[in-house]
């Protein structure tokens, strides 16, 4: 119920002011489980992702998303929650596994699942090498995928910017349906995985005209962290 208050507050305010635009709705099942995974660029994602679809669509967040403090952390608390979000912790192994539960569940339940597979924001609006969870959650789940890619919302708001820009136009562009039903029963084979990955980055790719970077998102982080550090310590 809070889900659809939030959106019936948000729509017509977000329509007005930043004018999104949609391609491909029709590609998303009205009812039955399905994937939408999609690049990540920006929070904004939040918001313009799901805004065209007479779905819910319930997101795995993480769970720095719910622990955060003061008011800063308990209004992105409030946010999340109710959108739908459920967080999950990221630091792998157990972690890992249980995400993967947790989304299973969530399809299992007959829901539309939003996954990020780059597994964070990109930090210069290219697309990044894809993580593999998100083909496992395909193949034991056996639903269609859906790729879903945000455009525009990096630049309207990049990391660190706390009001949008209204000089660009967000949209989102929804791709046909992927099928993986060849790959049934090998969710154990590595190589399968990132050959289902790479099929769905692929596919997102060729939506939304990004660069493609063969090297994961937290690693460019880090490497470009690293090199700002050292352009201060020499300047």
Not at 23 to 50: K, M, Q, T, W, Y
């Amino acid at each position: 119920m809070f889900y659809w208050v939030v959106k019936a507050i948000l729509s017509p305010f977000l329509h007005f002011f930043f004018r999104p635009w949609s391609e491909g709705v029709e590609n998303v099942p009205r009812e039955g489980p399905a994937i939408l995974a999609g690049n990540h660029l920006s929070f904004a994602d939040h918001f313009f992702g799901p805004l065209q679809l007479p779905r819910k669509v319930i997101s795995l967040g993480k769970a720095e998303y719910f622990t955060g403090t003061g008011l800063k952390g308990f209004f992105t608390r409030i946010f999340f929650t109710l959108v739908g979000t459920v967080p999950i912790d990221r630091s792998g192994g157990k972690a890992s596994e249980a995400a993967l539960r947790t989304g299973l569940r969530v399809l299992g339940e007959g829901d539309l699942l939003g996954i990020y597979p780059e597994g964070t924001r990109s930090p210069d609006g290219r697309l990044y090498k894809g993580k593999t969870g998100v083909a496992r959650l395909a193949l034991e789940s056996r639903v269609p995928v859906i790729p879903w890619a945000l455009v525009n919302t990096f630049e309207m708001m990049p990391p660190g910017q706390l009001i949008p820009s209204r000089k660009w136009r967000p949209g989102v562009r929804f791709g046909k349906p992927l099928d993986f039903s060849r790959y049934y029963g090998m969710e154990n084979d590595r190589l399968v995985l990132r050959a289902v990955t790479d099929e769905i980055m692929y596919a997102l790719m060729e939506l939304s005209g990004q660069e493609y970077v063969d090297k994961y998102a937290t690693s460019a982080k880090i490497e470009m962290l690293r090199k700002a550090r050292e352009a201060a310590s020499s300047s």
